[in-house]
């Protein structure tokens, strides 16, 4: 389990990384998204020892994250970092030697990775040479080499088709099943939605909220979906402590300011005539994405 406590980063006077906390558990992929600039990047770089921080702690396993662990976490950076001039198959195949791996097994296990990602037959190109959806399949491919004892993944699935982001997402799920904690960065958030078991949101260097989707959507504003056989345009001038949303023709949004106050409305609304519908609607993360980083 990796633990992040405080973590605080700045660049002159701008403090990119502000005090942040959460936990990546074994076995659970982390979604981790926040706007441009928010500090994610930064985040992951402290995380992996590449950039140093000012204040906080990390902790794998309850102990001090060292050098050795930090070796064993498999990174996808940002900036990339392979080298376009250089075949696919030699590439990784020396990260794995640089891993402790004999070139054989290397081989044989990247060979099977370019396999899953529809790549074997690249495998002597050079990386310069493939697309860019293809060089992110071969990035990802270098964060897997040698069994990582934790992911750190820079918005892995930017650029990706959507066969890609399939194989992305079974690999990624082979690896929590193992007990081992991911963590991912992304903006987009129908796919941190349908994926991730808890996330972290960040806004101007903080965490504005962490916890599963069903956690952040139960801390939401709880709104109700109201449809009419006639116009709703009464239910703007109704006092029942509900906030008016919107009201489009016979439907109208509301949202409940005090608990119970639901039910006056819905029985003022079978008074006046045929009620439609009256649903309880469940916010999307892309909407409290948008109310906790405002
Ligand atoms: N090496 C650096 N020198 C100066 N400022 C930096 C450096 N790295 C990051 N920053 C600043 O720190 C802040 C956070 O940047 P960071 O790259 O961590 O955000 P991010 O959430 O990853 O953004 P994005 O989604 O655009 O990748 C930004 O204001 C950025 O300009």
Redesign the pocket.
Known sequence: MLQLRDLTRR??D?T??DGVSFDVSDGQLTGFV??????????MRMVMGVLARDEGTILWNGAPVTVHDQRRFGYMP?ERGLYPKQPVLDQLAYLGELHGMTGRDARRSIMEQLERFGLADRAKDRVEKLSLGNQQRVQIIAALIAEPAALILDEPFSGLDPDAVDSMTDILREHTVRGIPVLF?S?QLDLVQRLCDRLTI?AR?RVVASGTVSELQAGGPTRYKLTLGGDAGWVRDARHGVHVVDVDGPTALVEIVQEGTEQPLLEEAMARGPVREFARVIPALSEIYREVTA
Do not use: C, D, Y
Not at 35 to 41: D, F, P, S, Y
């Open positions: 660049f002159g701008i990119a990384v926040g706007g441009n600039g928010a500090g994610k990047t930064t985040t940002e960065s903006h960040m260097g």
